[in-house]
């Protein structure tokens, strides 16, 4: 920090100071006593003020002058106790007789590290300089005049930095014996007069860093060291090895150094050289920079490694090279022309008319949780960017962007007037959490992904399903779209229910499997899939007309004389029919099943809190359980309209006829101890006639009792429908196969129970339904007795899981003892049980 306020300088140091300006000329002001009002410029004059309010002189910088010189009073010393550096460039002094290097060589300079002579007249004798300054490490005399010979003394310790270049020393001749044990940095350059016996070894220079060495005869310097990084040798042989930056100056004989020479990321120059031969390929060592300039006996080659380098430059003329038939041009020359013709040689070929730039990205992806740059590796991708985050790493090899955003996307243009360029996406590695398929139409179906997904990124996804019509069953998914939790795309239709899917953003490549449900292909509308005239054939079903409903649209619904009525405790509602006839259902137990369908958890469902609401012609009975201190809840919900309504569920229409029930269950974050189990859900139902001891008739549809699609119960002319459709919606929309099961009657008590098996899932919806219908085929055929008694008939139940797990509907059914049976294990909750088998129709 220089003084901008003023004091008066110590009087020893303003006496020392006049005499410089005395000295040497110098246009400053002689009659002040402060720095400031001596010379007001800090570039040659510094000072620094003591405790006792006195300055000192800090550095000195004495600039090339023309004036008049004034007599100077005889001295001994320059002493500046505080003086950290001073420099003079000066042709004349006033008094040539003084030699300035022993007037500053005096113990007192203890702060001085810094000397600099240029075009100064040394007088006497400077064997020794510097023989009493311990802290001078950098030393600069040039193109001065020694009146005696420089001896190695200016070498030794604790000198770090020498630059003798450009001097005159009577003798010819520096001698050098020791060792420089502390030198890192020197410049020599002895013109047309003596030489140096300089030996660069690790011995005599352990701790070279720098070294410049030249004169005018020619010469050989062989150098042997494992610090030195830096060698500028001018009109001489160098026999060396291990070098990272060797340059080349003037007339320099021999041959092209080859790679052994160097150290990884060295730089070459060589200007003005005899040296002859071929130019060698040192790319295996990395150069960062060759210049190869006016050297009349080196022929030029170009190589591969050569578009690597930050700085080449070459204007040997090009030859071509051994085994082949013209010359050899690397493709980022031709890809890049209009930046490199002109550092090229004058004989270099111009890209053919028809080529194209082969470029190669190794990675354009890139997987980030900060803002770290990203590093893009290839072939002949330039070495000018735009863009203030786009920097080159190594040329045409290794591109660096910074990213602003945790992801994104963003274009790199390599050449704006070729228009090369190519996109970098980044941002969260993909992760999958579950996938689900969802039937459209009979084209196609609709995948669902879903997990994290980096919106920028370009992903393939493939299906594999063995009812592709494919050599390799595996075919493409089209039209997808990416966000930040799922992928969506749409593929063929298969006529089978499973999916093996695969996801890859060219990095990462993810496999899921996912089931669909599947319409069937043949209709299941009854006689020429009329719908018994009462409805219309769609997605394989029936959809009943109003007034209508059975799986046929073979049944008039019943009248108003239908009472539903719902308990406030559980979803167990009673549908009373004439006064007499009652029918109940409600959910028992929740089972998780392993694969050797053993119960392994059970929850019985107890305990319910319910709500209602009315809305317009919708009525909704709410119920809900929470299971003991587990994120698991389950809710039913029943809802009876009093008018016609189509409730789309799984991607299809169904109508719900005014008046029928709908049960939904639903099952969120059950607690699995495996993901291969699966969950059912309980049911139970009874029936009975409260007046008259009747028979009943049952009806049941399906493939067996573990897969059935409706049921009836008939007595005289009224028939209990339900209808269980076979899919279920689980995990966000996924559609599914579900298997509606007659698990066990009693035909003692009118107890039947039913279980609805759903895949494993975290979210589940079924959607069944019921409904009081009336036959008018058989309103004559009474089947009832005298006294009241219970129906001796097994019921059975469809459920609705939706979200975690709904399950609906279920409904009477008259056994007849000729089928196998399924059993149930309820632990003692419901005592002892005769079982029944039951007739599908």
Not at 140 to 151: A, P
Not at 165 to 194: A, R
Not at 318 to 330: D, E, T
Not at 649 to 664: D, E, M, Q, R, W
Request: charged residues 20%.
């Amino acid at each position: 920090m220089f003084l901008v306020v003023k004091s008066d300088l110590i009087a020893s140091e303003l006496s020392n100071l006049r005499w410089l300006i005395k000295q040497y000329g110098l246009i400053w002001n002689l009659n002040n006593t402060s720095c400031v009002e001596i010379i007001n410029n800090p570039l040659y004059l510094q000072c620094g003020v003591n405790s006792d309010q006195k300055e000192f002189v800090k550095t000195i910088a004495i600039p090339q002058n023309s004036t008049t010189f004034q007599s100077v009073e005889p001295i001994l010393a320059l002493i500046f106790t505080n003086l950290e550096s001073i420099s003079i460039d000066s042709t004349y002094a006033s008094d040539p007789v003084y030699n300035i290097l022993f007037l500053l060589d005096q113990a007192e300079n203890i702060k001085l590290n810094n000397i600099a002579l240029l075009r100064n007249t040394i007088t006497g004798h400077i064997d020794n300089f510097p023989s009493k300054l311990k802290n001078l490490t950098t030393l600069e005399l040039s193109s001065n005049t020694f009146n005696s010979n420089v001896t190695e003394s200016i070498f030794l310790p604790p000198m770090k930095s020498v630059k003798f270049v450009g001097n005159q020393v009577l003798g010819n001749m520096i001698k050098i014996t020791q060792k420089f044990s502390t030198i890192q940095n020197l410049e020599i350059d002895l013109g047309d007069f003596g030489y140096i016996n300089l030996m660069v070894t690790t011995e005599f220079l352990p701790n070279i860093i720098t070294l410049y060495y030249t004169q005018n005869t020619p010469f050989e310097i062989s150098v042997e060291s494992q610090t030195l990084r830096r060698l500028t040798v001018k009109k001489g042989t160098v026999n060396m090895n291990s070098l990272p930056e060797l340059i080349y100056i003037g007339y320099g004989s021999g041959v092209f150094p080859d790679e052994s020479w160097f150290k990884p990321d060295f730089n070459l120059n060589i200007y003005d050289s005899l040296i002859g031969g071929g130019v060698k390929d040192l790319g295996a060592k990395s150069p960062r920079s060759i210049v190869l300039i006016n050297n009349t006996r080196l022929s030029g080659y170009l190589y591969e490694s050569n578009c690597y380098i930050f700085g080449f430059k070459i204007d040997s003329q090009l030859g071509v090279a051994q085994n082949n038939l013209s010359i050899y041009v690397p493709d980022c020359y031709y890809c890049y022309w209009d930046q490199y013709q002109k550092i090229l040689p004058s004989n270099t070929p111009p890209p053919p008319v028809d080529f194209q730039c082969p470029i190669v990205y190794n990675q354009t992806l890139f997987y980030v949780n900060s803002l770290s740059p990203l590093y893009i590796s290839g072939k002949n991708l330039g070495s000018r960017y735009y863009g203030s985050r786009v920097a080159n790493v190594i040329p045409n090899k290794l591109i660096q962007y910074t990213p602003l955003t945790l992801q994104g996307k963003e274009t790199i243009v390599l050449n704006s007037k070729t228009n090369l360029s190519f996109d970098i996406v980044w941002g969260i590695e993909p992760q999958i959490r579950r996938a689900n398929a969802t039937y459209i139409n009979e084209t196609f179906s609709e995948i669902n992904i879903f997990g994290k997904f980096n919106p920028f990124s370009n992903f393939i996804i493939s299906v594999l399903n063995d009812s592709f019509d494919t050599s390799s069953r595996r075919i493409p998914c089209i039209h997808v779209q990416v966000s930040d939790t799922k992928l969506v795309c749409d593929i063929a239709i298969s006529k089978r229910p499973y999916y093996n899917i695969t996801v890859s953003d060219t990095m990462t490549r993810l496999n899921i499997d996912t089931l669909v449900y599947v319409p069937p292909d043949i209709n299941n509308c009854g006689a020429n899939d009329a719908c018994g005239g009462n409805g219309k054939c769609i997605n394989a079903f029936c959809q009943c007309n109003n007034g209508y409903s059975g799986f046929y649209c073979d049944s008039k619904l019943q009248g108003g004389d239908v009472i539903v009525n719902p308990s406030p405790t559980a979803p167990e509602p009673t549908i009373i029919v004439e006064e007499k006839i009652q029918f109940k259902f409600n959910i028992i137990a929740i089972q998780e099943i392993d694969s050797d369908e053993k119960i392994v958890n059970e929850i019985f469902t107890e305990k319910w809190s319910s709500t209602s609401t009315t809305k317009d012609t919708l009525t909704t009975y709410n119920y809900n359980i929470m299971v003991g201190s587990t994120s698991t809840s389950i809710n039913a919900t029943i809802e009876q309209s009093t008018k016609d309504r189509v409730v789309e569920f799984g991607g299809y229409p169904t109508t719900y006829a005014a008046g029928s029930l709908k049960l939904t269950i639903k099952i969120n974050n059950w607690s699995y101890k495996d993901k291969l189990n699966h969950l059912r859900v309980i049911m139970t139902t009874t029936i009975e006639n409260t007046k008259d001891d009747c028979d009943s008739d049952t009806i049941a549809d399906g493939q067996d009792i573990n897969d059935i699609n409706y049921l009836k119960v008939m007595m005289n002319d009224k028939t209990f429908y339900g209808r269980f459709l076979p899919y279920s919606v689980v995990d966000n929309g996924r559609v599914v196969k579900v298997n509606n099961q007659l698990i066990n009657t009693t035909v003692f008590t009118g107890q039947s129970f039913i279980g609805i098996s759903l895949p494993y899932c975290l979210e589940c919806i079924i959607d069944p339904d019921f409904s009081v219908l009336v036959n008018t085929d058989r309103s004559g055929d009474s089947r009832c007795r005298s006294e009241s008694r219970k129906w001796l008939i097994p019921t059975i139940i469809v459920v609705v899981v939706v979200g975690s797990i709904s399950i609906i509907v279920l409904l009477a059914i008259v056994l007849k003892r000729k089928l196998k049976y399924m059993s149930i294990n309820l632990k003692d909750k419901f005592g002892k049980k005769k079982n029944k088998g039951i007739e599908l129709h």
